[in-house]
């Protein structure tokens, strides 16, 4: 029986909440994860293949490629580095005692102090300036503190850190770098 119009519709716009639904990275690396398990494909085939289904169905996939940053050894244990960018603030990856690896913006929520210099203790960086403690996973200040800076998402594999690259360039650009010394009498001087 043919379908009614109304019908086509509503298929129609299921399937563009589905399509909207997978195109989103962490179903993205689910999806991938299945292939090179289930598959034996290696990670850059199983991304291939992916992108390919999409493109047959005129979508587009998101940006899910890690940009290869440094060994978690070239970060210090409760200590960070930062990872600069051509725009916007670095970022501070973060290594605590359990050698888990983290990353926020490198700007504290409260008054943009640099969270690469503070103190590591379990899931949390305590602030240079003025100690409030800010989470790791979250970015999040400890109440009754309160405010966030953008975490960003991290992989390590066998002691390599990753960040997604499409994070890396285009997450927080809004808060540009701080201009000190010459630069900032120039800019205030009359
Ligand atoms: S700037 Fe971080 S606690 Fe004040």
Redesign the pocket.
């Known amino acids: 029986m043919a379908q009614t119009r109304s019908e086509l519709q509503a298929q129609a716009q299921e399937l563009q909440a589905t399509l909207a639904e997978l195109n989103d990275r962490r179903t993205i690396e689910r999806a991938k994860a299945l292939l090179m398990q289930r598959q034996k494909l290696s990670e850059q085939d199983a991304y291939n293949r992916l992108r390919k289904a999409a493109m047959d169905r005129g979508i587009k996939l998101v940006d899910i490629s890690w940009k290869l940053i440094c060994a978690v050894d070239d970060i210090p244990r409760l200590g960070a580095r930062r990872v600069a960018r051509p725009v916007g603030m670095d970022i501070a990856i973060f290594r605590n005692d359990q050698d888990q690896v983290f990353a926020l913006l490198d700007r ?6 640099p ?1 690469s210099q503070g103190i590591v203790f379990g899931t949390s960086v305590a ?6 403690t ?1 989470g790791l996973h979250t970015g999040s200040a400890q109440a009754p ?1 309160v405010g966030c800076t953008q975490p960003f998402q991290v992989k390590v594999v066998g002691g390599v850190v990753y960040l997604l690259a499409a994070e890396l360039a285009d997450l927080a650009l809004e808060h540009l770098l701080p201009i000190a010394g010459p630069a900032l009498r120039r800019a205030t001087s009359p």
Not at 108 to 113: D, I, L, N, S, V
Not at 127 to 132: I, R, S, Y
Request: net charge neutral; glycine share 14%.
């Open positions: 504290c929520p409260h008054k943009g102090g969270l602030c240079p300036l003025h100690n409030w800010i503190d």
